[in-house]
């Protein structure tokens, strides 16, 4: 019988127990308290916490180069339960400055929402759960929320050229916020 090579061991993996990706070109970061002013609408409350608190962890992989057409890159986000002010632990949020790419979010664990909002600053916001996959289309804005009490998690795809624009939202924000209310979530008027 003809031999063939062995299967090799899979370049990336999941880690579920700690929310990151293992293998080459992964970069994980955290963003903390400290990171993110201007992010929550009461900065007095967020400036009184401790400084060095992680809201949320990105573990990505850029199999190649930044800026290339036709490439792939996949990131894992935990987001840490919490409020600041009443507000939900939640990213940035950003455009893609090659602002027509799209993307997609696959959430792992946790219970959380997806906030979109396009150019014209109307929004949408989704329920995120085990198993929810959202397209993300392009020329619209995304931050993910943390509306449980355990960590939310997601696997996100987006297009090697896409790049981050988050200048936009730190001037402008969203329309929108999520604020906790006394049944769960509540969208409120930014
Ligand atoms: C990248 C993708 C995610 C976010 C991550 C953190 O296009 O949308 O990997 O980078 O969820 O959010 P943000 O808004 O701080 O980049
Ligand atoms: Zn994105």
Redesign the pocket.
Known sequence: MQSFAPLLDPQLMFDSSTGLLKGEHVISES?RLADLAGVFADEAARSAMEPNTVV?S?S?TFPVENGKVGGLFF?C?TIQPGTIGGEYFM????F?TKIDTA?FYWCLEGEGALLLMNESRSCRVERMAPGSLHYIPGCVA???INTGEKPLIFG?C?PSD?G?N?ERIRIHGFSVRLVKGGDGPVVVEA
């Not at 990213?91 to 950003?94: A, C, L, Q, R």
């Open positions: 963003r949320y990105v990505s990131g986000t990213t940035k949020g950003h893609h993307e995304h931050r993910t996100a987006w896409a981050h988050y």
